[in-house]
Nanobody, 114 residues
Framework: VQLQASGGGLVQPGGSLRVSCTHS????????MGWFRQAPGNQRELVAT???????NYADSVKGRFTITTDNAKNTVYLQMNSLKPEDTAVYYC?????????WGQGTQVTVSS
């Protein structure tokens, strides 16, 4: 399984950005997909996850601002980020968990700054 993240960039506070992650390889229809982020000097933290049949889960810090969705036809998971804040600045990583294993993408930088 391989994951390829894209869509990061520089955005002003209050702006929006969508990051994408496309997976390839043998992926179960029950796989859980998620987004994590890591800011300099901080540990990697959960942002959001989506599990078929079990819904979505969000970190308290992004609830109401971020939305995770999937497009199965495109093998892609999206993270729509609205009302961005400087503290959202981080490298965003997608991951996929299935059959007891977790796979990570390479990360995409999101910078929120004026």
């Amino acid at each position: 399984v391989q994951l390829q993240a894209s869509g990061g960039g520089l955005v002003q506070p209050g702006g929006s950005l969508r990051v994408s992650c496309t997976h390839s390889g043998r992926v179960s229809s029950f796989a859980r997909m998620g987004w994590f982020r890591q800011a300099p000097g901080n540990q990697r933290e959960l942002v959001a996850t989506i599990t078929p049949g079990d819904g979505t889960n969000y970190a308290d810090s992004v609830k109401g601002r971020f939305t995770i969705t999937t497009d199965n036809a495109k093998n892609t998971v999206y993270l729509q980020m609205n009302s961005l804040k400087p503290e959202d600045t981080a490298v965003y990583y997608c991951n996929l968990t299935q059959w007891g294993r977790t796979y990570w993408g390479q990360g995409t930088q999101v910078t929120v700054s004026s």
